[in-house]
């Protein structure tokens, strides 16, 4: 059975950080492709950024610089660095793996920027 668990979710100030983690399980994470969603109420979900299997990484613009993306294939995880964060990085932040036309879903993390 696929699954994958997000955490580190929570409330932080502007300009503070986080790091969210997903732990994959019920497949060879190794393989796969890793990335992190996020969508905010009445918003469509939008990629945040992406990790292949050699490790490249996608970001997208407005996370570029703030954002890091980064995977350990000995623990199945896949993290995602959050610093500089503003109120507008308030969302559900999802983890999602991607093989071919294969594709899993976390159930999300909240991520909320105010102060």
């Known amino acids: 059975q696929v699954r994958l668990v997000e955490s580190g979710g929570g409330l932080v100030q502007p300009g503070g950080s986080l790091r969210l983690s997903c732990v994959a399980s019920g497949f060879t994470f190794s393989t796969w492709t890793m990335s992190w969603y996020r969508q905010a109420p009445g918003k469509e979900r939008e990629l945040v950024a992406l990790?292949?299997?050699?490790?490249?990484?996608n970001y997208a613009d407005s996370m570029k610089g703030r954002f890091t993306i980064s995977r350990d294939n000995a623990k199945n995880t896949v993290y995602l660095q959050m610093n500089s964060l503003k109120p507008e990085d308030s969302a559900v932040y999802y983890c999602n793996a991607r093989l071919l036309h294969a594709t899993y879903w976390g159930q999300g993390t909240q991520v909320t920027v105010s102060s």
């Open positions: 990790i292949k299997i050699s490790g490249s990484t």
